[in-house]
């Protein structure tokens, strides 16, 4: 009866191991690393961010662009007339105009407008005086400039909003940066972790040939007399238990395939087979020097150190702000009249009728609450950005710390798991040795299998973990993006948003 079902179990298990003969796609790591910068969802999405800043910095710099104004205009009006002297003793008095006034608006750095009118009107009246015209073409060509003296000065003031849509750009180009780093060593932690699960499989393959070995030694054995019966059922045991770990090493690759596939981006259903092993040759690091690195590098870091610039310029700005109200206003044009268009251009070029005019305007809030307040609040927005930026450096200066001490700890297991699955090796061949001549039971030669399979198991597992440390202390110090040649700019989010122009 349990002949009958270990043999019902086994089957059981071969159908699952049916799995493994499935058609693998041989990945390399830089064909991985390619294929996540280019297809993986979520970085994509993060990619629109900087583009729509890369929007709101033109946004921004259309303060500057020149504005062209027009108007034009009719009038017809009907009064009683103000003297019989220059309306020539009608009763009613009746005048037509039209105007069309084309102009132009410019704004400079210096928080400086300036505008071009060229102001046109005609009119005609019923007028029948000798005083005055009852036809008339009257056009002025003015230049119009009013800069602010004191508040609202200068280019900050100016360009203020440009100047936070650049720093918003650019800080999410870094969070761009960082969430890429971010995958890139998350595609190589499960490029090698599946790369362990490989090994693990023909580990575990390897454990159940060497079960049927010894299970068909042992069944030969017994049919010859030398050990008993109850060897069998041992050895039966030990190959259905051995089918359950290759089965479960299977769905381990199975499913650590599909984590790969889906950061990828790749389609179809063949197993992924990495083929670049870990590396295991040491790294020698130096702290200071490591640390140094990551301080300058890390881009999280940076876009802290974006945001308090920006932040800076507008709590300058808001200091501005608390300044009074002092605005220069300056104008000089030509006027021309005349009974006809042509008349009236040519008086008004001939610069014979000039006009100007210049005044100074003041205002400021008695207590000024407003403006201070939100001045002191700036400054108090710098000082919380350096100190949370200093936080950081201090999280990011202990991050590198442990990823050092992983990548010493880490090495130390590959020396210890190779001595161990050396003594392992040595230890099967001598109860191997032993079961032949009787001193050593089958049940004995399969815990001493075990616990081989369990050394070569942890020997793989400590030279990825090696590997996944010496990744993890580069993403560590900000380097891991340079060392696989990856450059982040903002090209990538200009050309972003020049194909959705």
């Avoid at 005019?357 to 201070?372: E, M, R, V």
Wanted: proline letters at 3%.
């Amino acid at each position: 009866m349990k002949q009958f079902l270990l043999v019902v179990f086994s089957l059981t298990l071969m159908c699952g191991i049916a799995g493994a003969d499935e058609q693998s796609y041989p990945l390399g790591l830089k064909e991985a690393l390619r294929l996540a910068v280019e297809r993986n969802l979520d970085l994509q999405a993060q990619l629109y961010t900087p583009a729509m800043n890369e929007a709101d910095v033109r946004f921004n710099r259309g303060i500057y662009d020149p504005l062209l104004t027009l108007s034009t205009g009719y009038t017809d009006t009907s009064t009683l007339p103000v003297s019989t002297l220059t309306s020539g003793g009608i009763d009613k008095f009746h005048q037509q105009t039209f105007t069309v006034d084309p102009g132009i608006n410019q704004l400079f750095s210096t928080g400086a407008t300036a505008g071009l009118t060229f102001t046109n009107s005609y009119s005609t009246s019923n007028a029948q005086s000798l005083y005055t015209r009852n036809s008339y073409w009257q056009s002025g060509l003015a230049l119009n400039v009013n800069q602010p003296l004191l508040k609202n000065f200068g280019r900050d003031a100016t360009e203020i909003g440009i100047a936070v849509a650049l720093g918003t750009k650019k800080g999410s180009v870094y969070h761009y940066e960082g969430q890429l780093l971010a995958l890139v060593l998350q595609v190589k932690t499960e490029y090698y972790k599946l790369f362990y699960d490989y090994e693990d499989l023909e580990s575990k393959q390897v454990s159940l040939k060497d079960a049927q070995r010894i299970l068909s030694d042992t069944n030969a054995r017994v049919k010859a007399g030398v050990l008993p019966a109850m060897e069998i059922l041992n050895a039966e045991f030990g190959v259905a238990s051995r089918e359950k770990d290759l089965n479960d090493a299977e769905r381990a690759v199975q499913d650590e395939s599909d984590i790969l596939r889906l950061l990828l981006q790749l389609e179809g259903k063949d197993v992924i087979r990495p083929v670049d092993k870990p590396a295991s040759d040491r790294l020698n690091v130096n702290e200071e020097d490591a640390i140094r690195t990551s301080l300058a590098s890390r881009p999280e870091l940076k876009e802290m150190q974006t945001g308090i610039e920006t932040s800076e310029i507008q709590s300058r700005v808001a200091g501005n702000n608390t300044l009074p109200n002092l605005n220069l206003a300056a104008s000089v044009g030509l006027n021309g009249l005349g009974s006809g268009y042509s008349r009236d251009m040519e008086r008004l070029s001939s610069g014979d009728y000039p006009a100007w005019s210049i005044s100074l305007q003041f205002d400021y809030p008695l207590g000024n609450t407003a403006a201070k307040n939100a001045y002191i609040k700036s400054k108090l927005k710098v000082s919380q950005g350096k100190v949370q930026l200093r936080g950081q450096q201090e999280a990011v200066a202990n991050e590198v710390r442990a990823a050092i001490r992983a990548l010493t700890s880490s090495y130390k297991q590959i020396e210890v798991t190779d001595r161990a699955r050396s003594y392992a090796e040595e230890n099967l061949r001598a109860y191997i040795r032993r079961n032949e001549v009787g001193l050593a039971t089958i049940k004995d030669v399969l815990d001493v299998e075990n616990a081989l399979a369990a050394a070569r198991s942890n020997h793989n597992r400590a030279l990825v973990d090696y590997s996944i440390a010496m990744n993890q202390y580069w993403k560590a110090t900000g380097e891991l993006l340079d060392r696989e040649g990856i450059v982040v700019s903002e090209k990538d989010a200009n050309g972003l948003y020049d194909r959705t122009r």
